[in-house]
């Protein structure tokens, strides 16, 4: 038997990725399909993505308030805010490869100073052979990129900072 993939492994590639297209398209979470011959159920994160990077906010501050200590017994007229990081973070919904860019050769969807609606993609990840647009899920400023196209990336890992 051989390695390489038959005409029927690419016609399932190509209805997997059509159902991610669709899934996307109408906002679905879930997909079950069952022709009698082959089962696919595909399932994606939904709106815990998008409210997860809230909790992320409120515990950053926490090393801050240290040096805001520290500081403030040696210069009291040195604001601590100036160290505390602003904004929400979008996190990666899916564990793969961060590319920040449509191709090699093109330019990167969104770079630091760059406006975002919620529905503007943001990045591609790749898992699978699968590529899937990750939406920015907040409207407001990149202020940050926190990976490097081309470098793995975890569930819920950062991946931007947003000012809203």
């Known amino acids: 038997m051989s390695d ?5 492994d690419d016609l399932q590639v190509r209805r997997v990725r059509h159902l991610v297209k669709l899934m996307r398209r109408f906002d679905l979470t879930a997909i079950d399909l069952d022709d009698n011959q082959t089962k696919i159920r595909l399932r994606r ?8 990077p809230m909790p992320i906010a409120p515990v950053m501050p926490a090393p801050p308030t240290m040096a805001a200590h ?4 040696h210069a009291p007229s040195t604001p601590p805010a100036a160290s505390t ?10 564990v793969g490869t961060f590319y920040s860019a ?14 975002v609606r919620q529905d503007s993609t943001v990045c591609v990840i790749e898992a699978m052979k ?3 647009d990750i939406p920015a899920g907040v409207a407001g400023t990149i202020v940050e990129v926190l990976v490097k196209s081309g470098q793995p990336v975890e569930f819920g890992q ?3 900072r947003v000012e809203p």
């Open 85 to 94: 990081p602003v904004g929400v973070f979008i996190e990666s919904p899916m």
């Open 158 to 160: 950062p991946l931007f």
């Open 45 to 52: 994160r939904g709106a815990e993505v998008l409210a997860a």
């Open 4 to 8: 390489k993939p038959s005409d029927d």
């Open 102 to 115: 449509p191709s090699p050769d093109a330019a990167p969807f969104v770079q630091a100073g760059s406006v």
């Open 70 to 73: 520290t500081t403030a017994t």
């Open 130 to 132: 699968v590529f899937t």
